[in-house]
């Protein structure tokens, strides 16, 4: 049988791939090959830490790869089953590359491969990806399949670090000290059911918090039974939605497959805007690094360009500086690290913290929310409403047979009503508004990989933002 052509599924910053027609153990002894010598071997790390996901695939992909690494006289380091931000936690402490065993959302045949170097730096296709799909390529087409290898070769020892990396949340946000909180966590059957007990509850030893906790899908099955653990898709959330509602609980969090994501529903059951999210976080990440001494003028925060307007305006209310940057995660590390900022936020749920090497964990934005929500008596809808200062669209997607004409459209279209413009992401259009005409803003941007165009409207009202996207969705779309 032919080898897999790996362009087919090496993506831009992860593997994402059909098993075993694409992903397998051949193709994983490849990538973790190529992985020991091109991005391990210039840093003379002397191993690797692995972990994975609860897909039934994902153990043995993962010693696999294991075996690749030590072929080339590397150790391998085997966590087990972990979250994706568990297996930055091990790369992080540990100071090793890493390899995360998990598709994330993706439904059951699908496996895949996030990679980082020491202290979780990302990995991407301009950031070795593409020299590690070169080689593995290489390797897999010219049947190499055991070597050649050192005449030493790396040993596998395992650890088990998940009491370490609950240890290390704790400390980031004290959750002791607040009124007592009923949580429903929907895990989706993902690794949410493993990471929760040890980090909100009692299952690693760590003292109790005051959170009764509601579990839905805690079971490990990569098989998904109940529902895709895409916690983006509205119909993933119903369960949690209802079950909220019927425990009359404070909060409800929703994790995806590897658990780096998390959504939040309020105590009426509905959806806090990841946008609200990332100001509320925003603003204690600023608080306690002005408590300890920084100027608030010397605090950075990220954000990207689909962030709701109200991110920026809260972050600059707190003193501090916000950076704008383009949507993806290699692009928010990219600028955190530059920016030495203590937090970044996506629309897309993902969480990044300086103090979690500037890797997302989406655990530790619920915890921030639990903190917060827990230090006053109000209900969760009136915490965030400070937080949600707009009406938004949310994603709409559009196929186009021609996006740069579409777009071109667009600008003409948002030029004779008064907008200002950018491109740092796509095209941006921003209208300031008057006393008679509301504020509002869109940004439009393709896709990499399939022919749509990507629409994202905020405005001061609901009225304004429904007539924004209407106008435009019709103009995309051919429709006048």
Same mark, same amino acid.
């Given at each position: ?8 599924? +090496?993506?831009?910053? /992860?593997?994402? *791939?059909?098993?075993?027609?694409? %992903?397998?153990?051949? &193709?994983?002894?490849?990538? @973790? ?122 040993? +596998?020892?395992?650890? /088990?670090?998940? *009491?370490?990396?609950?240890?290390? %949340?704790?400390?980031? &946000?004290?959750?002791?000290? @607040? ?13 949410g059911g493993h ?53 009359g609980a404070d ?50 925060? +990220? ?105 071109a459209t667009v ?70």
């Amino acid at each position: 049988m032919p080898s897999p052509l790996l362009s087919d599924f +090496v993506k831009a910053y /992860d593997v994402r *791939g059909l098993v075993p027609e694409q %992903l397998n153990v051949d &193709v994983a002894w490849a990538l @973790g090959a190529a992985f020991a010598q091109t991005v391990v071997g210039p840093e003379s790390a002397p191993g690797v830490v692995i972990g994975h996901d609860m897909r039934p695939s994902s153990p043995e992909l993962s010693r696999a790869f294991a075996a690749g690494v030590t072929a080339h006289g590397l150790d391998a380091t085997l966590i087990g089953l972990c979250s994706t931000d568990g297996l930055y936690y091990a790369s992080g402490a540990l100071d090793l590359p890493g390899a995360m065993f998990t598709a994330s959302h993706n439904p059951a045949q699908y496996n895949g491969i996030k990679l980082c170097r020491s202290g979780a730096r990302p990995v991407g296709q301009d950031t070795g990806l593409a020299d590690v799909s070169a080689l593995a390529q290489h390797l897999l087409d010219s049947g190499v399949s055991a070597g050649p290898a050192e005449t030493t070769q790396g040993q +596998v020892v395992e650890r /088990d670090l998940l *009491g370490d990396y609950a240890a290390f %949340l704790r400390g980031l &946000v004290d959750l002791s000290g @607040g009124r007592r909180l009923k949580v429903v966590v929907d895990a989706g059957n993902g690794m949410g059911g493993h990471t929760v007990p040890a980090v909100l509850g009692t299952g690693t030893g760590l003292p109790e918090l005051p959170l009764e906790i509601v579990p839905l899908y805690f079971e490990l099955d990569g098989t998904f039974p109940n529902h895709e653990a895409n916690p983006l898709e509205p119909e993933n959330l119903r369960d949690l939605q209802a079950a909220v509602i019927k425990h009359g609980a404070d909060i409800g969090l929703a994790f995806d497959g590897d658990a780096d994501r998390c959504f939040v529903i309020d105590e009426r059951g509905e959806p806090v805007s990841p946008s609200a999210v990332t100001a509320l976080v925003a603003t204690r990440e600023v608080a306690k690094q002005v408590a300890a001494g920084t100027p608030a003028a010397d605090v950075a925060v +990220v954000y990207n360009v689909i962030s709701s307007a109200a991110v920026p305006e809260i972050i600059a209310e707190q003193g501090a500086r916000g950076v704008r940057t383009r949507v993806g995660h290699s692009f928010i590390k990219a600028e955190m690290a530059r920016e030495d900022a203590v937090f970044g936020g996506e629309h897309s749920a993902h969480y990044y913290f300086r103090d979690f090497w500037f890797a997302d964990t989406g655990m530790l934005a619920a915890m921030h929310v639990l903190a917060a929500l827990g230090e006053q008596d109000e209900p969760l809808s009136s915490l965030t409403a400070a937080y949600s200062r707009y009406a938004a669209s949310g994603e709409i997607n559009s196929t186009v047979t021609d996006a740069p004409a579409a777009t071109a459209t667009v600008r003409r279209w948002a030029a004779e009503r008064g907008a200002e413009f950018d491109e740092l992401d796509g095209l941006t259009a921003t209208y300031a508004g008057t006393d008679d005409a509301p504020m509002w803003w869109l940004n439009l941007r393709a896709s990499n990989t399939e022919p749509l165009l990507r629409l994202n409207v905020e405005a001061a009202d609901q009225d304004t933002m429904t007539q924004v996207r209407d106008d435009v969705l019709a103009l995309v779309r051919g429709e006048r």
